[in-house]
């Protein structure tokens, strides 16, 4: 069983940077991890995901101001987050598969939600004008 924790989320105005953290307990080595967020009435979306190799996917809101890392030793996930917009208001969940489940064959499938087993409480992030 996999758990996840989100932090390092806040308020920031536009321009400012956070970097979010995603512990886990549990197996994730060789799992694919993502980082996804959702604003309330809207689907979750995804941001990037990450294989075990540190190998990065990316839709288009990272746009080269997101980036994911990870540190499996420490069983952390991280996104860095620059230049950010009021449109980057939202809740941001980290995500993981289950049973080491790869990711990057087929990046269509890993951004959808359901293809994720295990999912933090998210941590919100707000960004003023």
């Not at 996804?36 to 995901?49: C, Y």
């Not at 995500?95 to 087929?106: S, V």
Request: proline residues 2%; contains cysteine; aromatic residues 12%.
């Amino acid at each position: 069983q996999v758990q996840l924790a989100e932090s390092g989320g806040g308020a920031v105005q536009a321009g400012g940077s956070l970097r979010l953290s995603c512990a886990a307990s549990g197996y994730i080595y060789w799992s694919c991890m993502g980082w996804f967020r959702q604003v309330p009435g809207k689907e979750r979306e995804a941001i990037g995901v990450i294989n075990n190799y540190g190998d990065g996917w990316y839709t288009d809101i990272a746009k080269g101001r997101f980036t994911n890392s990870r540190d499996d030793a420490k069983l952390t996930l991280y996104l860095q987050m620059n230049n950010l917009k009021p449109a980057d208001t939202a809740m941001y969940y980290c995500a993981a598969k289950g049973g080491g489940a790869r990711c990057g064959r087929d990046t269509q499938v890993d951004f959808q939600p359901g293809s994720f087993d295990y999912w933090g409480q998210g941590t919100q992030v707000t960004v003023s004008s």
